[in-house]
C-alpha cells in the first residue's frame, strides 16, 4: 500500500517569526521525495529476483540497502513536523522530569541537546530507551540511519541538516535552535512520552 504524504501546512501560519514560508516549502518538498521514494522502493522489492542477492550488486540488494534512507527519511520528517509549533508551549512536567533524571537538570539537558546539534549534520532525537528504561539523547547521522539506537520511542525529532534552516538562518544553526526550541509543540512529545514508562513520573 503506497504512503501518502502528510499535510504539515499549518506550520506556515504557527511557525511565523522562526521559518520562513519559503524554508517550509522547501523542506516539505524535501520530505515528499521521501515519500515517493519509500513507495518505490517498496514497489520494487515487490519484483526483484531475490535468487541475484549479492553484496557487492544486485537490484534487491541495493534496494534493501537503500531501503532505510528513504524510511527513516520519511518518518524522521514526520516526527519533525509533528513535534514543530506555535510559540510558548509549556514544557510537561514528567517530561521535564525524566530529562532532569537523565541529564541531572533541564539546563543540562537543553545544552547537551544543542552540543549534539552543533555536532551533527543529520538528526538529534530525544528519545525514550527500552533498553536501559531512560530518555536518551541520540545523534543520528549521515542518510538518516547512521548511529540510530535500537529500541528507542522517540519523543523529539530535531533537524539538523542544513536544509532545514539555511534559507533563513544560513550558517547561524544556533539561532536556528533557540527558535526550535521556543516553538515545540508539546502536545505529541507528551502523548509520545506517555506511551513509555517515563510518561508516569510524577512531581
Ligand atoms: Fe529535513
Known amino acids: 500500500m503506497a504512503h501518502e504524504p502528510k499535510d504539515f501546512r499549518r506550520l506556515i501560519s504557527e511557525c511565523q517569526g522562526f521559518l520562513s514560508e519559503k524554508q517550509l516549502q522547501a523542506h516539505f518538498t524535501l520530505y515528499q521525495g521521501y515519500v515517493k521514494k519509500l513507495n518505490e522502493i517498496e514497489s520494487s522489492l515487490q519484483q526483484a529476483d531475490r535468487e541475484q542477492a549479492n553484496y557487492s550488486y544486485s537490484e534487491y540488494s541495493e534496494l534493501r540497502r537503500r531501503e532505510p534512507v528513504a524510511y527513516n527519511g520519511t518518518v524522521l520528517h514526520e516526527l519533525y513536523f509533528e513535534n514543530l509549533g506555535a510559540k510558548g508551549g509549556a514544557v510537561p ?10 541529564l541531572g537538570t533541564w539546563d543540562a539537558a537543553v545544552a547537551d541537546l544543542k552540543a549534539m546539534a552543533e555536532s551533527a549534520h543529520g538528526w538529534v532525537l530525544v528519545t525514550y530507551d527500552w533498553n536501559f528504561g531512560v530518555v536518551r539523547h541520540n545523534l543520528v547521522q549521515s542518510e538518516h540511519h547512521v548511529g540510530l539506537l535500537p529500541n528507542q520511542t522517540v519523543l523529539i525529532a530535531i533537524d539538523c541538516w542544513e ?31 506517555g506511551l513509555t514508562p517515563a510518561g508516569e513520573v510524577k512531581r
Open 93 to 102: 512536567p514528567a517530561f521535564k522530569k525524566a530529562a532532569e533524571r537523565a
Open 163 to 193: 536544509h532545514a534552516y539555511f534559507a533563513d538562518y544560513q550558517t547561524k544553526k544556533d539561532a536556528y535552535l533557540n527558535g526550535l526550541f521556543e516553538h515545540l509543540n508539546w502536545g505529541p512529545v507528551a502523548k509520545r512520552l
